[in-house]
């Protein structure tokens, strides 16, 4: 197997007049980069995880909202924005759990809503608007990455962290949410290594969180997800970070499914569990968790493993994308700001902007 290595991740990229995704489709056996230019394709990228992650397609959203927008032909502002709604409802609809996806698309009709000028001056400033969501992005993991850092335990001085899915680089603008906490603590000396969850049925971990960590030469031990808790019953687990899709008010938090069993055994084994996300995660309109809409996706994913079948015809499938973990499970939530513990996450609201 060959593939071409990159020498930092980046998975969406605005190059010339397209944007360039990662096919997180094809990794880690081939390196495929795939150029969009029309916001059909982006929200075709977003539903079929061309692109996915939380703040990854709140950028890829954000993107295909100007190209949406570059596609609109009138030069009557109201009838340009009755348009541009319709191709936010159309990116909205591809995937429902993830708020960043929802909080982009809103930073973007305010940009076309307060900007002043010419049809062709507003779809500047959406792309400049789009850009600026790309960058902040990169800048907020690194921030949590460093804030991570400070939260994780003192002891001992190489630790060893759990993750579930992947929030890293591929899931983000660059460096990742939880595994930007990872990367922070590696670049340090703090880390001895990560253990990644396989996360079924779609294998970020097995197939993301492990290329990535390999590609920055970080220690990483791939562990199927029913292994974690006789990992952290034999004393291998100092810690668990992960990512988040949205986070409700009172911080219980939405994930990739099978974070909550990897919280309950946390605390189970009273090891540090936490999430690690930038505000624009946090859905301060939504008091708990019981309010964050749950994606199921298609049941093949369960039953099938590349071409092969693996359960019998007749069986009946439930393929929930993400779970919640209530508040009470998580030892701190890291943002940009800082670690806060959830129910301190109201003291940020004014913090959180669109
Ligand atoms: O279905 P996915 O792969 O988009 O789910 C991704 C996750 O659950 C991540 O943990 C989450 O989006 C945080 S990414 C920084």
Redesign the pocket.
């Known amino acids: 197997m060959t593939i071409s290595l990159p020498a930092q991740v980046y998975p969406v990229i605005w190059q010339d007049d397209h944007v360039l995704l990662i096919d ?1 489709t094809r990794l880690p056996n081939e390196f495929d980069v795939v150029q969009i230019s029309r916001c059909d394709d982006m929200a075709q990228a977003i539903k079929t ?1 061309i692109v ?6 709140g950028v890829a959203a954000a993107y295909g909202m100007y190209l949406g927008a570059r596609e609109i032909q009138t030069s009557d502002r109201t009838k340009f924005m009755a348009q541009l709604e319709a191709i936010a409802d159309k990116l909205r609809a591809t ?1 429902p ?2 708020v ?1 996806l929802f909080w982009a698309i809103e930073r973007m009709l305010k940009t076309a809503r307060q900007t002043i000028g010419p049809i062709d001056h507003l779809k500047q400033e959406l792309l400049k608007t789009a850009q600026s969501i790309n960058a902040d992005d990169l800048h907020t ?1 690194q921030a949590i990455g460093d804030h991570g850092l400070a939260v994780l335990p003192q002891e001992p001085q190489q630790l060893r962290l759990l993750t ?5 680089a591929l ?2 603008a660059g460096y ?5 906490v990872v990367r922070s603590a590696w670049r340090q000396g703090r880390l001895l290594k990560v253990y990644a969850d396989e ?1 079924r049925p ?1 294998l ?1 971990g097995a197939k ?1 969180t492990a290329w990535e960590c390999v590609q920055e030469g970080i220690p990483v031990t791939v562990i199927t997800d029913n292994m974690a808790a006789h990992c952290m019953q034999r004393g291998m687990i100092d810690a668990v970070v ?4 949205r986070i409700a008010a009172n911080g219980d938090t ?4 099978g ?1 909550y069993s990897v919280a309950l055994v946390a605390k189970a084994h009273e090891i540090p569990f936490f999430v ?3 505000l624009s ?1 946090v859905d301060f309109e939504l008091n708990d968790g019981s309010q964050i809409p749950i ?1 199921e ?1 298609d049941p093949v994913e369960i039953y099938q493993i590349e071409d092969t079948l693996i359960c019998p015809p007749g069986a009946e499938f439930y393929n929930p ?2 779970d919640v973990t209530p508040a009470a499970l998580i030892t701190a939530i890291i943002t940009e700001y800082g670690a806060v513990a959830p129910h301190e996450l109201a003291n940020l609201r004014l913090k959180h902007v669109v």
Not at 254 to 257: E, L, W
């Open positions: 997180q995880m996915r992650g939380a703040p990854a397609i995937r759990t993830a960043n993991c579930h899915c992947n929030a890293g899931a983000t990742g949410t939880a595994l930007g996360t779609r970020q993301l992960v990512g988040a899709d939405a994930n990739k499914i974070t690690a996300a930038p995660t994606e996706r994308a993400f």
